[in-house]
């Protein structure tokens, strides 16, 4: 983006000042060195209204104003000299510091106080008097002291706008963490909601449709009894569920999880919503007694088993469902094999979203999953680290 060439506000008053200031000290005969006459004493304006107009560019063009200004400043040094033309110099090697390119920043303190260096030493060989000291004392004011300042400022403004550049990045990093977090928990919470009501839900999708199918009474007294029980559990798990989600953060009393402790009732329930679709259910448990796994993976090999259960009976023609559950070689295993095939009837619809959650559940958890049909079976397979300490609770 260039910079506009139009004066600040601030550095008019600066070129107006100066040269009021020069004006009027000439007026009055004070010059920085009287004994000059190589030149009549007006010429010492000439200088003074150079630098004064530099002045108007000392932010838009640094670069010019200084190199202008270190003319004038020269040609002053042939005059009876002003000292305000002297301090308006000292301004434009402040202004090109702080207002320039970076490089011109960087550039111009160093080769001032080399600069200041080598008139110290130069004069002091020439002249041989303690005179000659203070000219570098001068020339290191005049010039490296207001590049040294300007420097000083500008490395100061940057390390201000990169701290506020972290700032707002760290704002942003943590804004995104919160959206991912967020974005995590929604997908948890719909994990958990899709494997707590769809065991009901298809469970009275199946047996209203075999009511519907069947023109009996004593099976529709049956399926309807089904449905009542299901819809009854399903209600109170969300019910649950919601009470968690309106009282998260809240001190709340401790909720009964899932475990692998309610198998058993898990595939009574099975047994009792697959009676109609012929479905026998069978389980394999070979964890050796007493010993516990963590938590987290606890609920999710309780989840899975629960998921395909309920797949089984969405899907499954009639036939054995088998169970297994292992634990060996620090990992848990768990197993459900299900008869797939054709079978009459209208079967309860399905998105898919299930087995994608049995998916997540295993890999938060650095499991491994597989699902898929074998032969005239579906068998889904989950194994999951099982020691204590090996997964975050």
Do not use: C
């Amino acid at each position: 983006m260039t910079k506009s060439l139009r004066p600040h506000r601030h550095d008019v008053i600066l070129a107006v000042a100066g040269l009021l200031v020069g004006l009027v000290m000439w007026s009055l005969g004070i010059y920085s060195s009287s004994n000059r006459h190589l030149l009549p004493a007006w010429a010492a304006l000439v200088p003074l209204a150079v630098l004064s107009a530099m002045e108007l560019l000392r932010r838009s063009m640094p670069s010019v104003a200084l190199a202008v200004g270190t003319l004038g400043v020269i040609a002053n040094e042939f005059t009876v000299g002003s000292l305000t033309t002297v301090l308006i110099f000292t301004d434009l090697m402040y202004a090109a510091v702080v207002y320039g390119k970076p490089a011109t920043a960087r550039r111009l303190p160093v080769s001032t106080g080399l600069i200041t260096v080598a008139v110290t030493i130069g004069f002091l060989a020439w002249l041989r008097t303690p005179e000659a000291l203070l000219i570098g004392v001068v020339t290191g004011l005049v010039s490296f002291a207001p590049a040294l300042t300007g420097a000083t400022l500008r490395n100061h403004r940057e390390a201000a706008v990169a701290a506020r550049l972290r700032a707002e990045q760290t704002a942003l990093l943590a804004e995104m963490d919160r959206s991912q977090a967020v974005a995590a928990e929604r997908a948890r919470m719909a994990r958990e909601l899709h494997d707590m009501v769809a065991n009901h839900l298809s469970a009275i999708a199946i047996h209203s449709t075999a009511a519907l199918s069947i023109d009996r009474a004593d099976t529709s007294r049956d399926a309807l009894g089904v449905i009542r029980e299901n819809s009854v559990q399903g209600l109170a798990e969300m019910r649950r569920l919601i009470g968690l989600l309106r009282d998260a953060g809240a001190e709340q009393e401790a909720v009964a999880v899932p475990s692998l402790d309610g198998l058993e009732a898990l595939l009574g329930q099975a047994r009792t919503n697959g009676s109609a679709s012929g479905l026998e259910f069978v389980l394999h448990d070979d964890r050796p007694p007493g010993e516990r796994v963590p938590a987290p993976v606890e609920l999710a090999a309780y989840r899975i088993l629960q998921e395909s259960l309920t797949n089984a009976l969405k899907h499954g023609v009639a036939g054995t469902v088998t169970v297994r559950v292992a634990r060996t070689d620090g990992q848990l295993t768990v197993a459900v094999d299900s008869p797939y095939g054709e079978r009459p009837g209208p079967r309860a619809p399905g998105s898919g979203a299930g087995l994608i959650g049995m998916r997540e559940r295993v890999e938060l958890l650095g499991g491994e999953f597989s699902a898929g049909r074998t032969g005239e079976l579906w068998r889904v397979r989950a194994t999951l680290p099982a020691e204590e300490g090996a997964v975050e609770a």
